[in-house]
């Protein structure tokens, strides 16, 4: 057998592709004007709940993709940061100023 038909070993299963990561998007960091913030994407298929957006004052509705912003440079620490976290639609996020 030549070496580039080697069977692949089977004792080693592939690990799962994690969907709702991929969708869901990754955290990042943005520092605008009024400090910095985390940013991440949340999925139309994870959006399954109703949210205001603070950017326009509209509602978010169930299934619509959209950001969850919070402070990542708060003064009373990470864990009252992501309490006081919110979600945007994604076009107010960018423009917000």
Known sequence: MSPSRRP??????????????ILGGMRRTETRRDGTWNVQSQSAASAV????????GLVI????????????????GEED??????????HCWRIRT
């Not at 692949?8 to 990561?21: F, I």
């Not at 509705?61 to 009373?76: K, Q, S």
């Not at 940061?81 to 994604?90: E, F, G, I, K």
């Open 81 to 90: 940061d992501l309490a006081a976290r919110r979600h945007w639609h994604t």
């Open 8 to 21: 692949r070993r089977r004792d080693a299963e592939p690990e799962p592709l994690d969907v709702e990561r």
């Open 49 to 56: 709940k109703e949210y205001t957006c603070p950017g326009c």
């Open 61 to 76: 509705p169930v299934g619509t993709a959209h950001v969850v912003t919070w402070r990542a440079d708060g003064l009373f």
